[in-house]
């Protein structure tokens, strides 16, 4: 029996556009994970540039939530498909149903994830096997399908999103930063390998985005005036900004940019705390409430 959402996604109320309306006309975006947080702004950003999309994830009554929503919003099209990273059947199965509503897949946004916060002592064999075989895993097995049932010989965009947690080694993340570090090498392969066929792949790296899923889990109620003071730009970043970030790159601005990571954070890798003390304190602080 299936169960209502229980959180209702909701679209940017007063979307600024930077590049102009019709910039992806024509286009179609396959999102993993596009039916809640970054993903469906993402799938919204684009959706306002006319472009139309297909959602996927493993929960079918959100997806179908979040596409009416998004069209509603946005008057363009969006297909939600029932579908699970891990799984390359049924990755095939939907890409087939994205061609043939279509006829096309111009991007594919890989933001599928999972992730929590954990010391390297406490992860169990099978949580560090799940982040990885969502995040690294599944980018591959997505990518490899939609590359060989279209972008082979017609060309595209793939953006894979993934994160800073590898860039230091963030503390507690061990499972999420190996994940991404592997994504983030997939990447130069699959640029170098297909570049010859015009395709570009790319990653988009968040850092602290507030209105999400990840902030909730990774201890996002403990940021208050003085964090964000230590962020070069004065604050956390929004939805919209990686949206726009992602608009930026599977654009014609971006023809040569390929095989490379943009970390879209405001500087807060460079800036912010790595300490495994004050972590554990921010767990033992959680657990106690």
Known sequence: MSQKPSYVEECIKDYKYIFRPDLLKGKVAF??????????????VFMRHQCDTVICSRKIDKLKESAETLSRATGRKCI????????????????????????????LINGAAGNFLSPISGLSFNAFKTVMEIDAHGTFYVSKVIYEKYMKNHGGVIV???????????????HAGSAKAAIETMTKHMAVEWGMDGVRVMCVAPGPIENTEG????????????????IPVQRLGT??????????????????????????????????????HQMQQLMKKKSMM
């Open 215 to 230: 902030m909730r889990r990774l201890g996002g109620e403990s940021i208050d005036d003085s964090y964000l003071k230590g």
């Open 239 to 276: 939805r919209e900004d990686i949206g726009n970030t992602v608009l930026y790159v599977v654009s014609d601005a971006a023809q040569l940019v390929t095989g490379t990571t943009i970390i879209a954070d405001g500087g807060d890798w460079l800036s912010s705390s790595n300490s495994y």
């Open 31 to 44: 999102i993993t994970g596009g039916g809640t947080g970054i993903c469906f702004t993402i799938a919204e």
């Open 80 to 107: 939600p498909v029932q579908m699970d990273v891990r799984k390359p059947e049924t990755i095939i199965k939907a890409a087939d149903m994205a061609l043939s509503e279509f006829g096309r897949i111009d991007y």
């Open 160 to 174: 894979n999103i993934t994160a800073t947690l590898q860039l230091r080694g963030q503390v507690l993340q061990v």
